[in-house]
C-alpha cells in the first residue's frame, strides 16, 4: 500500500514538472514575438521619418520651381490692385534680389518706382493735413519723405513745403483760432437773448459815463431792460455799480436800443463792464460782439 502511494506523488510531481516547463516555453515564446512586434515597428517608424523627409523636400522643390521671376512679378501686380504699395516694394525688392538680370528687372524697376510716388503722395497727404490744424508735426513727415523718397517727384513738393514750413503753421494756426474764436461766438450769441454792439465809457466832469448799444435777438420783445454798469479796480476788486433802463422799452425782438448809465467817479476805477437785468428781474444772457 505505501508503496502505490509513494508511486502516485511521484507521478504528480512529474506531471507538476512538465506543467511549469511548458508555461516557461510559452512566456518565452511570447517574449520573442513582443520583440519581433517592436523591431518591425522600430522600422516602420523609421520609413515614417524618412518619408516625412522626403516629403518636405519634395515641398521645398516645388517651392523653388514656382520661385520664377514671373511669379514674383504676379504677385506684384495682384498687390498692385489692392493698392499695397509697400507689398509691391517689397516683392519687386526680392525678385531684383533673386534676379538682377531678369529680362523682367526694367519693369519691376518701373514698378517699384510708381510705388514709392504713391507711398511719398500717402505721407504728403497727411503733412498737409498737419499743416491745415497747424501742427508742428508736419516737419517730421516731410524730412521722411525727403529721406525715404528722395528720387520721387513728391519729394521735390516736400523739400518746396519745407522751406514755407513755417509760415504755412503759422497761418494755419492763425485761421484755426479764428475759427474757434468764431464757433465760440456763434455758441455764445445762440444762448444769448440780448447782443451788445456797442460800449464805452469815460469820465465826465465827476462823473464815469458808460454808454452803448444793445440789440435783442430773442424772438420775443423785452419790457424794463436795465442796463448795469460794473466798476472794479486795477485787481479786479470791486467799487461801485449803477443802472438805468435802456431808452426803448419794450425793446422788440431784432430791435438795437441805446443806454446810458452814470456813476460817481472814482480815481480807483480801471475797468468797467456791462450787464443786463429786467426790472425786479434776473440777468439777461447777453453776448458781446463789439469786443
Given at each position: 500500500m505505501g508503496t502505490k502511494v509513494q508511486s502516485a506523488g511521484a507521478i504528480a510531481l512529474i506531471a507538476a514538472l512538465l506543467s511549469t516547463a511548458g508555461c516557461n516555453q510559452g512566456v518565452s515564446d511570447a517574449s520573442k514575438a513582443a520583440d519581433e512586434c517592436r523591431a518591425r515597428a522600430d522600422l516602420l517608424a523609421n520609413d515614417l521619418q524618412n518619408a516625412n523627409v522626403k516629403i518636405l523636400e519634395l515641398q521645398e522643390q516645388i517651392?523653388?520651381?514656382?520661385?520664377?521671376?514671373?511669379?514674383?512679378?504676379?504677385?506684384?501686380?495682384?498687390?498692385?490692385?489692392?493698392?499695397?504699395?509697400?507689398?509691391?516694394?517689397?516683392?519687386?525688392?526680392?525678385?531684383?534680389?533673386?534676379?538682377?538680370?531678369?529680362?523682367?528687372?526694367?519693369?519691376?524697376?518701373?514698378?517699384?518706382?510708381?510705388?514709392?510716388?504713391?507711398?511719398?503722395?500717402?505721407?504728403?497727404?497727411?503733412?498737409?493735413?498737419?499743416?491745415?490744424?497747424?501742427?508742428?508735426?508736419?516737419?517730421?513727415?516731410?524730412?521722411?519723405?525727403?529721406?525715404?523718397?528722395?528720387?520721387?517727384?513728391?519729394?521735390?513738393?516736400?523739400?518746396?513745403?519745407?522751406?514755407?514750413?513755417?509760415?504755412?503753421?503759422?497761418?494755419?494756426?492763425?485761421?484755426?483760432?479764428?475759427?474757434?474764436?468764431?464757433?465760440?461766438?456763434?455758441?455764445?450769441?445762440?444762448?444769448?437773448?440780448?447782443?451788445?454792439?456797442?460800449?464805452g465809457w469815460s469820465k465826465e466832469y465827476s462823473y464815469a459815463i458808460v454808454e452803448g448799444a444793445v440789440k435783442n435777438i430773442s424772438s420775443q420783445s423785452l419790457r424794463n431792460v436795465e442796463a448795469v454798469a460794473i466798476f472794479e479796480d486795477k485787481s479786479g476788486g470791486f467799487i461801485t455799480s449803477d443802472s438805468a433802463l435802456i431808452e426803448y422799452n419794450p425793446i422788440l425782438a431784432g430791435q438795437s436800443s441805446p443806454f446810458r448809465v452814470g456813476a460817481r467817479w472814482n480815481p480807483a476805477m480801471a475797468t468797467c463792464r456791462i450787464e443786463f437785468k429786467q426790472l425786479m428781474g434776473g440777468e439777461l444772457p447777453v453776448f458781446h460782439s463789439w469786443r
Open positions: 517651392v523653388r520651381l514656382s520661385e520664377t521671376d514671373q511669379a514674383f512679378l504676379d504677385k506684384a501686380i495682384a498687390a498692385e490692385t489692392e493698392r499695397a504699395w509697400g507689398k509691391v516694394v517689397a516683392i519687386l525688392d526680392q525678385l531684383l534680389g533673386k534676379w538682377p538680370n531678369s529680362s523682367l528687372a526694367p519693369t519691376a524697376r518701373k514698378k517699384i518706382a510708381a510705388a514709392n510716388e504713391e507711398l511719398a503722395a500717402v505721407q504728403l497727404d497727411e503733412a498737409e493735413r498737419l499743416i491745415s490744424v497747424g501742427s508742428d508735426s508736419a516737419k517730421q513727415v516731410l524730412e521722411g519723405i525727403v529721406r525715404d523718397y528722395p528720387k520721387t517727384k513728391v519729394a521735390s513738393k516736400a523739400k518746396a513745403s519745407l522751406g514755407s514750413l513755417s509760415s504755412q503753421i503759422a497761418k494755419a494756426k492763425k485761421k484755426r483760432e479764428a475759427e474757434e474764436r468764431e464757433q465760440y461766438r456763434r455758441l455764445a450769441r445762440a444762448g444769448s437773448v440780448l447782443e451788445v454792439t456797442a460800449f
